[in-house]
C-alpha cells in the first residue's frame, strides 16, 4: 500500500481514485512529470502474496495531454483517458487503449474524435465491464457531455452507435448508469441519470435478445427530487 500512496502526494499533484478489477488497482496521475515534461502516467499493481505489488508504468507519449485523466480496467484491458490531447484539435482528447499480454501492458489503438474536434475532451471519464466501454465527453457546447457506447470484437475497439446524455458513466456486467450533473431535465441543473439495460443472450448470436427485434440499449430515466 505504500507504493500506492507514494504516487497519490505532493510530487505528483493529482491523483485518480484507484480503479480495481479485483485482482489489479490502476492509479493515474494526469499532472506527473517525466523529466521535464508533464506528460502524466498510469500505474498498475497486481495483488501478490497478500500485497499490491506495481506491475507496470504506463506514460503518457506527449505533455500536457492529462494522460491519466480518467481510467478503466476490467481483465486484460486497459484504457487511459487524456482528454486535452491536441492531435485532432485544442483539447479534443483521446483513449489509449491496452491490453495484456506476454505478462506485460501493450499498447494498442488511441481512440480520437475526427480532426477539428477542438474541446471535446473525449476521456473526461471512462466505463469498462467485460467487451463494454463507455467513454466520457466533455465539450465546451454542452453542459451534460455525452458518452459514447464502444465494442471490443477481440482485436480492436469498435464504436457502437450509441450515444447517451451525461458524461459520468458506470457499467457492471449487464447495466450501465450514464450520469448527467449539470442536466435541466425536471429543472435548472436538477441532474438526471440514464440507467442502460443489456438483456441476456440466450440464442447465443451475439445480440442481446431483445435487440434482435428493437433497439440495442433499453433505458429509463431516473431524476432527481
Do not use: K
Amino acid at each position: 500500500e505504500d507504493g500506492i500512496r507514494d504516487h497519490c502526494v505532493t510530487g505528483v499533484q493529482t491523483c485518480a481514485l484507484p480503479i480495481s478489477d479485483g485482482e489489479r488497482i490502476t492509479v493515474s496521475t494526469p499532472y506527473e512529470y517525466t523529466d521535464t515534461a508533464q506528460t502524466g502516467a498510469a500505474y498498475v499493481y497486481r495483488q501478490l502474496n497478500g500485497t499490491w505489488q506495481l506491475e507496470q508504468r504506463l506514460q503518457g507519449p506527449s505533455a500536457n495531454a492529462r494522460f491519466g485523466g480518467a481510467i478503466a480496467i476490467d481483465g486484460d484491458r486497459l484504457a487511459v483517458g487524456a482528454y486535452s490531447d491536441p492531435i485532432s484539435g485544442y483539447e479534443a482528447g483521446a483513449v489509449h487503449t491496452f491490453r495484456r499480454g506476454g505478462g506485460s501492458w501493450n499498447a494498442g489503438a488511441v481512440i480520437r474524435p475526427a480532426s477539428g474536434s477542438a474541446r471535446v475532451r473525449i476521456g473526461s471519464a471512462l466505463a469498462m465491464s467485460g467487451t463494454r466501454m463507455l467513454i466520457g465527453n466533455r465539450p465546451d457546447s454542452s453542459a451534460t457531455g455525452s458518452s459514447d457506447l464502444w465494442l471490443d470484437d477481440g482485436s480492436a475497439w469498435n464504436r457502437a452507435g450509441a450515444s447517451f446524455s451525461g458524461n459520468t458513466p458506470s457499467l457492471h456486467h449487464d447495466t450501465g448508469v450514464v450520469g448527467a450533473p449539470f442536466s435541466d431535465e425536471g429543472a435548472v441543473d436538477a441532474g438526471a441519470a440514464r440507467l442502460l439495460l443489456w438483456a441476456s443472450d440466450c440464442n447465443g448470436n451475439g445480440v442481446p435478445d431483445r435487440c434482435d427485434i428493437r433497439s440495442e440499449e433499453h433505458t429509463s430515466e431516473l431524476q432527481s427530487h
